[in-house]
């Protein structure tokens, strides 16, 4: 029988919308390549698979990134009832058990009554129309390539970096303690805490381990990283890196007080053995409920992976680090969206052609699974034959809209930001900045009411036949 919508990639984004499309009543066809075959950055053959990181960034109304992630949840935003579902101690961010988080992911796609998953590659776009694209940033070529030619111009390319996994039990526990920066994340009954380091493995009151180096430790660690061997770009590969995901190499060659300005930044931690700051630090957060394994945050890299075992040992803690995970870097393919995708997120040459996620040219996981969602909620609106209307440019959600249609420049992927929804008025713009950021989260959900008001009252014909996956763990 036919489908009122073909999805094609069960990603964040894919999932996401074939989720809110048949919550809205509409048949969804998800086509998905795997098991049959993976991408290089895969590993599992779970749905909606996080190959990056195991964050979703920061939790505060103040962050950008954190009101977009409350508007989705207010909103019924599947990706946030499971995130929050599987949500591991990650101090003032939302990080997952990765595993957890696919596995639900996948029974709510396999569930779902209005939801028939098809395991196959496509390359090429469907005949079927309306399709979303949500291929994401490992796109085929071939599709890739049709992707191009139905834009009319060129497809881009940058190259995203994949920070490494480490087993906990080879982490030298007598050099390292545990702390949130600021000390987020501790319990409230004792704000002032800091963990000895002999204390650290058997306690998960902190979310991230911290491994101090002196100043002789970090100039030697960072000129290593300069000197190691890089896996090398092949010769098509044009290898523009997003900055907000840069790898740790190309970092240190920008200047040797990089790093200790950016990751390995020894603010907010002080060292309960010395009492002191420490001149830099790596911070290593939690993969798993049960933290098993860490991510060496803000890591990324290209090094081949000998040097990446001999440079990464020289971090105090890590000297017999075993790798669970090596760094790597993958293509990330989008399009030039300002100037090819219509309001509705449909490619302006291709009628019934629409992109989701990260080739849409959004950046980030919350990004993408919420692209997945407004590209859902306004085709279903075209579908029922009604004008489009998008979230208000106060929200963060309009944000993403705004970011995608703004056409100032070569166009460039981008995390959600304050720049992205419109600024605040008379004495207001003179508040400090997070009182201004609180202050325009606070205006961005009392704006987003009454949409979610009026989407409610136009999806109320079709309300009754909705059906509610209830989101639960599965027992073991």
């Not at 195991?54 to 949840?73: C, D, I, M, P």
């Amino acid at each position: 029988m036919p489908f009122d919508v073909t999805i094609v990639g069960a990603g964040l984004a894919g999932c996401e919308a074939a989720f809110q499309l048949a919550e809205r009543g509409f048949s969804v066809r998800l086509l998905e390549m795997k098991p049959h075959k993976r991408t290089p950055a895969q590993t599992s053959d779970h749905f909606a698979e996080l190959v990056c990181s195991n964050s979703l960034r920061g939790a505060a109304l103040a962050n950008a990134v954190g009101l977009l992630k409350e508007e989705l949840r207010r909103t019924g935003s599947l990706v946030m009832r499971v995130a929050d579902l599987t949500a591991v101690p990650a101090g003032g961010a939302l990080a997952v058990d990765r595993e957890r988080f696919g596995v639900e992911m996948t029974r709510a796609m396999a569930e779902h009554p209005r939801i028939t998953v098809e395991h196959q590659e496509v390359t090429d776009i469907p005949a079927e129309r309306p399709v979303i694209l949500a291929t994401g940033p490992l796109t085929s070529d071939a599709l890739a390539t049709r992707i191009a030619e139905a834009v009319g111009a060129t497809h881009l390319a940058y190259y995203d970096a994949i920070a490494p996994i480490i087993a906990a039990d080879s982490i030298d526990w007598t050099k390292v303690w545990k702390q949130s920066r600021y000390g987020k994340g501790m319990g409230p009954d004792e704000p002032g805490k800091r963990m000895m380091a002999e204390d650290a493995e058997q306690s998960g009151d902190e979310a991230y381990v911290n491994c101090p180096l002196d100043e002789e430790q970090y100039k030697a660690f960072v000129r290593a990283l300069v000197e190691a061997e890089k896996v090398a770009a092949r010769p098509f590969e044009d290898t523009r890196y997003f900055e907000g995901c840069l790898p740790c190499e190309v970092m240190a060659e920008r200047g040797e007080r990089t790093l200790a300005f950016g990751p390995m930044k020894p603010v907010g931690l002080i060292d309960p053995r010395t009492g002191r700051r420490p001149y830099a630090v790596m911070q290593l957060r939690p993969e798993d409920v049960a933290a098993t394994a860490y991510n060496m945050v803000g890591f990324q890299t290209r090094m081949k992976y000998p040097d990446q075992l001999r440079v990464f040992r020289m971090i105090p803690g890590l000297e017999e680090a075993e790798f669970l995970r090596f760094g790597s870097v993958h293509r990330n393919t989008f399009v030039d969206a300002p100037r090819v995708l219509g309001p509705g997120m449909e490619i302006l040459r291709m009628p019934g052609v629409h992109l989701a996620g990260q080739v849409s040219g959004v950046e980030g996981y919350v990004e993408s699974a919420a692209s997945g969602f407004l590209c859902a909620v306004l085709l279903a609106q075209r579908l029922r034959g009604e004008r489009l209307l998008p979230p208000p440019v106060t929200t963060a959600l309009g944000g993403i809209l705004t970011h995608l249609g703004r056409a100032n420049g070569p166009y460039q992927p981008s995390n959600i930001t304050w720049a992205h929804m419109p600024p605040l008025e008379g004495d207001q713009v003179k508040l400090k900045k997070r009182a201004r950021y609180e202050v325009m989260a606070e205006r961005a959900l009392k704006d987003l009411e009454p949409w979610r008001a009026a989407v409610r009252t136009r999806e109320a014909s079709s309300a009754a036949d909705a059906v509610a996956v209830e989101i639960q763990p599965q027992a073991g």
